[in-house]
């Protein structure tokens, strides 16, 4: 119940592509959703948050999707760059965050 | 002005040996963990600390001590330390409640 599921593990982009990267969760107390960033050898970085209350947040070329009814949410990335690769991590949290199993993204130009 | 800041960056050390990693933040932050980073990059909470109070104790070896001396200051000590305890140890801190958290760039333990 504490896990929450992501997918793909890897994923490759061409430069201006749209890259998605899903997951799921089963515990319906989790009431928050953040999306981290990690380039090698630094620490995750917040990219983006939702809360249940809404289905979508946009922030530049980055948009998560939220489906409360499904338990999933899905972070969208537009005209994927270079320099976006890195490795993401969904995220869920009631007391505690919970981390998905992580998604690497290489982005060719 | 690094925000939340660990020390060393590399630790190598043999089977058996003790070791400690240090923590600081300067966000003004109530709450401090300790996260575990495996080689599969699977992001793990090992402990939190709230205002210097242990909140959050995930199913960790004994081995693992956390010490708080401030709400600044978040150390990790480990004693007798293992091959599988190689891995990547994070130091994050935020405000209390859902808020986002802060990393610091990790500390990789090495176990020989």
């Known amino acids: 119940q504490q896990q929450v599921k992501q997918s793909p593990q890897s994923l490759i982009v061409q430069k201006g592509g749209i890259s998605i990267i899903n997951c799921a969760y089963e515990?319906?107390?989790?009431?928050?959703f953040p999306w981290y960033q990690q380039f090698p050898g630094k620490g995750p970085a917040l990219l983006i948050a939702?809360?249940?209350?809404?289905s979508e947040k946009k922030e530049g070329r980055f948009t998560i999707s939220f489906n409360k009814s499904a338990k999933q949410f899905s972070l969208h990335i537009m005209d994927s760059q270079p320099g976006d690769s890195a490795t993401y991590f969904c995220?869920?949290?009631?007391?505690?965050?919970?981390f998905g199993t992580g998604t690497r993204l290489q982005v060719f130009p | 002005d690094t925000a939340v800041s660990q020390t060393p960056k590399y630790l190598v050390t043999q089977m058996g040996n003790d070791k400690s990693i240090k923590c600081e933040q300067n966000?003004?932050?109530?709450?401090m963990y300790w996260y575990k980073q495996d080689s599969k990059k699977f992001l793990k909470i090992m402990f939190s600390?709230?205002?210097?109070?242990?909140?959050i104790n995930e199913t960790v070896p004994n081995r693992f001590s956390p010490k708080s001396p401030d709400k600044a200051h978040l150390n990790l000590h480990i004693n007798s330390l293992e091959l599988g305890d190689s891995a990547v140890y994070f130091c994050?801190?935020?405000?209390?409640?859902?808020?986002?958290?802060?990393f610091g760039n990790g500390t990789r333990l090495t176990v020989t």
């Open positions: 994050a801190s935020s405000q209390a409640g859902n808020s986002p958290l802060h």
């Open positions: 515990n319906t107390a989790f009431d928050y």
């Open positions: 939702i809360r249940p209350d809404v």
């Open positions: 995220a869920a949290s009631s007391n505690k965050l919970i």
């Open positions: 966000l003004g932050h109530d709450t």
């Open positions: 600390y709230n205002n210097k109070e242990l909140i």
